[in-house]
């Protein structure tokens, strides 16, 4: 079965560097997204994508962080200048068009000291 | 803006006896409704969805969900747990705009005594 891949799986990073966490979603689906969980918490939207652009952001996606898809396959999450709160795990998902449920990758551990 | 409550943060169950996990919902309109588990160290996998229709979805693994709208509720249900069921399972509530973002319950941990 097709699944969503993310890279690295764990990434360790200083504070006020930029990280970006790499996604490669199911070949045919359309959209895509990022979420965050952070230690204990609940999962959290952060940002939607469809036909190379935003569709939608939460309020946690600030300045600091874009999202591109620079070629056929991959989806990308930047973070400009990491804080320590920006520690977590963050999750691509992809889905295919119509009514059809989030795929979730394994997420990325980001640990920011 | 919609909501999801999973009241129940840890459920204690013996391997074989049922289960149901709880989950209540806060919107204007019929959501989209998931169930996803989690196991240590790993991503979200989809158990079921309910987008329409006939109100009992049945997922992989043996679980059911049962969407009930009186309640904003779609509880999850098996009727014989298993060892390897023991893992933290999340409910998600979607709306058809145009990013159709998922918002997410705190979570159930399952722990399954043999």
């Known amino acids: 079965e097709p699944e969503v891949t993310q890279t690295p799986s764990h990434q360790v990073t200083q504070m006020g560097q930029e990280v970006i966490l790499r996604c490669v979603p199911i070949s045919n689906h359309l959209y895509f997204y990022w979420y965050r969980q952070i230690l204990g918490q609940k999962v959290e939207f952060l940002v939607s994508?469809?036909?190379?652009?935003?569709?939608?952001k939460s309020e946690i996606f600030d300045d600091q962080f874009s999202v591109e898809r620079p070629d056929g396959s991959n989806f990308t999450l930047k973070i400009r200048s990491t804080k320590l709160e920006d520690s977590a795990m963050y999750f691509c998902?992809?889905?295919?068009?119509?009514?059809?449920?989030?795929?979730f990758g394994d997420g990325t551990r980001l640990s920011i000291l | 803006a919609q909501s999801v409550t999973q009241p129940d943060i840890h459920i204690t169950v013996s391997e074989g006896a049922s289960l149901e996990l709880r989950c209540n919902y806060s919107y204007g309109a019929t959501p989209y409704l998931f169930w996803y588990v989690q196991s240590p160290g790993q991503g979200l996998q989809l158990l079921l969805k309910?987008?329409?229709?006939?109100?009992l979805v049945q997922g992989i693994k043996g679980f059911e969900a049962e969407f009930k709208r009186s309640q904003s509720s779609f509880n999850l249900r098996k009727p014989s747990v298993h060892w390897s069921d023991a893992a933290e399972y999340f409910c998600?509530?979607?709306?058809?705009?145009?990013?159709?973002?998922?918002?997410f319950g705190g979570g159930t941990r399952l722990m399954v005594k043999p």
């Open positions: 998600a509530v979607g709306i058809n705009n145009a990013g159709n973002m998922l918002t």
């Open positions: 309910y987008f329409s229709g006939d109100t």
């Open positions: 994508f469809y036909n190379n652009e935003i569709s939608e």
């Open positions: 998902a992809s889905r295919d068009q119509g009514n059809q449920p989030q795929h």
